[in-house]
């Protein structure tokens, strides 16, 4: 694998994933973390592209709109939607040699479209509404500026999320105000939401369980990536 790609994540956990998988391949990577905002995204991808990249990857989380998705499923995605419908494809080149990378590692992603949105979608009703009406397999808060700006740019873009939070399951309130504008976690605003509805306690609970299997797969396919050439 080239150094010349870059990654975009919205959480700095996943920012460190690919730092830790390049460190450990002894590469260089290309990463910036943009804090789950489609604007930001798409400023650090042109950053990045500006700084020599040849190819930008969405990674990342995204929460599951396909009720067949568990925790845990990983998204190489074929395309990305925003709301008003503009759609960007994968890279038709770069897709398959990811894809093959990851096979050839043991790892398993699936298809599908993702749907980049600019709100947290965080009730089962609306994950049900996106599914039925624009066919998205999952959703996340950044894909949609990242492709934006690669396809500005004229370089190949690729989407890689690992499904937290699945279709059949609203997240809870505290969740939405975990994530500061630094993609670090507000420890104390997640504290000061639980002491005011202490019922989602369990939720949230569940909901970690759940967002620790995505990074496990995030990390599986980050070490695979970054640990052979393509």
Do not use: N, Y
């Not at 730092?19 to 943009?34: D, L, Q």
């Not at 019922?199 to 695979?224: D, H, K, N």
């Amino acid at each position: 694998m080239t150094a010349g790609i870059a990654f975009v994540t919205g959480l700095r956990a996943e920012s460190k994933i690919i730092e830790t998988a390049a460190k450990s391949a002894r590469r260089t990577a290309f990463v910036a973390c943009a804090g789950a905002d489609a604007g930001r995204a798409q400023d650090a991808a042109a950053r990045l592209i500006g700084q020599g990249a040849e190819a930008v990857v969405s990674f990342g989380l995204c929460g599951g709109l396909d009720p067949e998705l568990r925790p845990g499923a990983l998204i190489l995605a074929e395309s990305v939607t925003d709301l008003d419908g503009e759609c960007f494809g994968a890279d038709t080149v770069w897709r398959p040699r990811m894809l093959d990378r990851l096979q050839a590692a043991g790892v398993m992603a699936l298809g599908g479209s993702l749907l980049g949105c600019g709100h947290a979608v965080a009730s089962v009703t609306e994950k049900q509404r996106l599914h039925r009406t624009l066919d998205a397999a999952a959703v996340d808060m950044e894909s949609h500026g990242i492709a934006r700006a690669a396809a500005r740019a004229g370089v190949p873009f690729l989407a890689l999320r690992a499904v937290a939070d699945p279709a059949a399951r609203s997240l809870p309130q505290a969740a939405l105000t975990a994530m500061g504008p630094d993609g670090g976690l507000r420890r104390g605003a997640v504290a000061g939401a639980l002491l005011s509805r202490p019922w989602e306690i369990v939720a949230m609970i569940r909901l970690g369980g759940e967002a620790r299997r995505a990074f496990a797969a995030l990390e599986c396919a980050a070490g695979a990536l970054l640990g052979g050439e393509w």
